[in-house]
């Protein structure tokens, strides 16, 4: 024999206090919620039906139905929280509304949350104006939405088939990719973080005309740091004596792992070691790179401070000194979107 105590206990391992809906569609027309409400005069409260999970217990609200909101004829607001109320010992679940204090910065009042005892969940926050004002509403339920899946590999077209809402982790059985997870929402299915180690790339010039064969060490790592975020690190180390020029009037770039967005465009900074003050320039040098507004940059292009007056501002890179190495590290946002 299992008593309501104990089931309430049990019951957070399969699931928290929720309404019983998943948030599937893009998009959703007022009302069209299970317990939608609205203030129907100058204090009722309206609830439509709706079914929710609270302490452990189902409850299910089948026709609409009024609560009263206290009036408030102080000169402060007052914030009050419609919730549903799982009562153990009375053996009930019932909505309620819980008042607040008027004050000059109200607070609403939160849940009780005692096993064995009252346990409750809040479905609305209730702003009550001073001197007896018209109540309004904001929801505050937290909604049920589709469990987290993982597949072995396909991950991206197995989310065709899962509603919106979905989060996939791809546990890359096959050792063809890297692990990561996966969130389908309204703009789309996307990565929203690689898990494990960081993927390499080789970072390679652009904009340069006398690149050597032999003798460059590009090396790159990038992940997912978030959705439509890169997190990403570089060292261009050029262990030649040549030094490397760009191509007339723009200045040497560098790869990036993931075409960066280009509605405002984006900065990124780094820096060159030069020790042996090859090219008539410094032995380490602040650097930004700029990836310019537009239609999405694949290479980041090089700028450091006029050698000459801090007046000048920046200079496009012209050179990659022999001996030397390039460093860029830090976040940017992708165009995953093609915006």
């Not at 599937?24 to 079914?51: D, M, Q, W």
């Not at 030649?240 to 560098?254: K, L, Q, S």
């Not at 410094?282 to 050698?307: F, V």
């Not at 007046?311 to 050179?319: H, K, P, Q, W």
């Amino acid at each position: 024999m299992v008593s309501e105590a104990q089931w309430q206990a049990m019951a957070a391992m399969w699931g928290g206090d929720r309404v019983d809906f998943r948030l599937t569609s893009e998009s959703y027309a007022s009302g069209a919620l299970p317990f939608s409400a609205s203030v129907i005069n100058s204090r009722t409260i309206e609830v439509k039906p709706g079914s929710a999970f609270v302490g452990g217990f189902y409850y299910q609200l089948t026709a609409s139905t009024t609560l009263a909101v206290d009036p408030n004829p102080t000169d402060k607001a007052r914030k009050d929280t419609l919730i549903l109320r799982a009562d153990v010992v009375q053996g009930s679940v019932n909505l309620g509304v819980i008042k607040g204090q008027p004050s000059a910065s109200p607070i609403a009042p939160l849940p009780k949350r005692i096993p064995g005892q009252q346990w409750e969940m809040v479905l609305y926050e209730v702003d009550v104006p001073a001197k007896d004002g018209s109540p309004q509403l904001s929801l505050r339920a937290p909604f049920d939405m589709p469990p987290a899946v993982s597949t072995p590999w396909n991950t991206r077209p197995a989310a065709d088939f899962l509603p919106v809402g979905s989060f996939l982790y791809d546990l890359d059985n096959n050792g063809g990719d890297s692990q990561n997870e996966m969130f389908k929402g309204r703009d789309g299915t996307l990565i929203t973080r690689h898990l494990g180690k960081s993927r390499t790339y080789a970072p390679g010039l652009a904009n340069a005309v006398n690149v050597p064969s032999k003798g460059m060490v590009y090396k790159g790592r990038w992940r997912w740091a978030a959705p439509n975020l890169v997190y990403y690190s570089v060292s261009i180390e050029n262990t030649t004596t040549t030094n490397i020029r760009n191509r007339p009037d723009v200045p040497i770039a560098f790869e990036l792992p993931q075409q960066a967005n280009g509605v405002t465009g984006q900065i990124l900074t780094g820096h060159m070691r030069n020790m042996d003050y090859r090219g008539a320039m410094a032995n380490l040098i602040p650097l930004q790179a700029m990836c310019w507004p537009g239609n999405g940059s694949t290479h980041a292009s090089i700028y450091y401070p006029n050698s000459q007056t801090v007046a000048e501002g920046l200079d496009v890179l012209r050179t990659f000194p022999g001996r030397s190495t390039v460093f860029f590290s830090g976040i940017y946002e992708a165009n995953v979107f093609s915006e």
